[in-house]
């Protein structure tokens, strides 16, 4: 079905697993058109619960892909660096779109870091709403060193998730931290053996799973606008999400 990723529905637990091992996941723009209609698949399907994005091998993703990117700021074609036909780097959904849809999805989603995840491996684990990272990964925001900017949201996301102060230190110096003080900082929830990764994992999203998907669809909904709310705005928010639950659950009757 795919050809730079794997996509598997079990349990109610779909799994979106970036699939280039040999290049260590690095991205290209065909791999996040696959990655985007996936969560699309996922977010149709009324089996699925919880989403799972994670890589093959062992590595998350190590990057953008570097011939991929020189033939960007060279202006040829993508294409020609070993990728298919498509949207320019930088121009696909995945950049562009992608996070603000994670956002709003109603499904709960969870970044399994089972190797490094580097530049726009860690991006595009920002958007999701539980990262967990196998122990010793390097993580590292390193955009400066390739002259570039974070993307796909992490200037808003990032300082929400370790502070202003910590976002600044790891934009700015490029520097490349373990997963251990990913988690000391907030950037990750929760670090486990690299061996046991995919069954926590699991065990993680099935917790998630059991639970209705009505209630977890606004409970996310709830915490993200009372994130940037006020007090009294987001109660009135929690109420109006529990009015149209119990209208919803009323109309099931």
């Known amino acids: ?3 730079h990723i794997l ?4 349990d109610r ?3 979106i697993t970036l699939n280039r091992p040999e290049k260590l996941n690095a991205y290209i723009p065909a791999m996040g058109g ?9 977010r149709c399907d009324s089996d699925v619960h919880v989403v799972v994005l994670t890589g093959a091998g062992k590595s998350f993703c190590a990057g953008v892909d570097l011939e991929h990117l020189k033939a960007s700021f060279a202006e040829t ?3 020609s660096a070993g990728g298919t036909s498509g949207p320019r780097l930088g121009e696909e959904d995945f950049l562009r779109k992608l996070p603000l849809d994670l956002l709003d ?11 490094h995840a580097i530049g726009v491996g860690i991006t595009m684990a920002l958007p999701c709403d539980l990262r967990v990272a196998a122990a010793g990964s390097k993580i590292g925001l390193t955009f400066a060193k390739l002259g570039i900017l974070p993307g796909l949201g992490a200037t808003h996301l990032l300082p929400r998730l370790v502070g202003m102060a910590k976002a600044q230190e790891l934009v700015l110096t490029a520097r490349v931290i373990l997963a251990e003080e990913a988690l000391e900082i907030g950037l990750v929830n929760r670090v486990v053996s690299a061996g046991d990764l995919m069954k926590e994992v699991r065990e993680l999203a099935q917790q998630i799973a059991a639970h209705d998907p009505e209630v977890l669809a606004r409970a996310k909904k709830s915490l993200y606008h009372g994130a940037k709310s006020s007090m009294s705005d ?10 149209e639950l119990r209208a919803g659950r009323s109309k099931g009757n």
Do not use: C, H, R, W
């Open 77 to 79: 074609d993508p294409s």
């Open 1 to 3: 079905m795919y050809e």
């Open 7 to 10: 996509y598997e529905v079990s």
């Open 13 to 15: 637990i779909a799994t």
């Open 105 to 115: 999805y109603e499904k709960p989603v969870i970044a399994a870091l089972n190797g």
């Open 34 to 42: 696959e990655v985007v209609d996936a969560f699309a698949a996922a």
């Open 234 to 243: 987001a109660m009135k928010n929690e109420q109006l999400m529990s009015a």
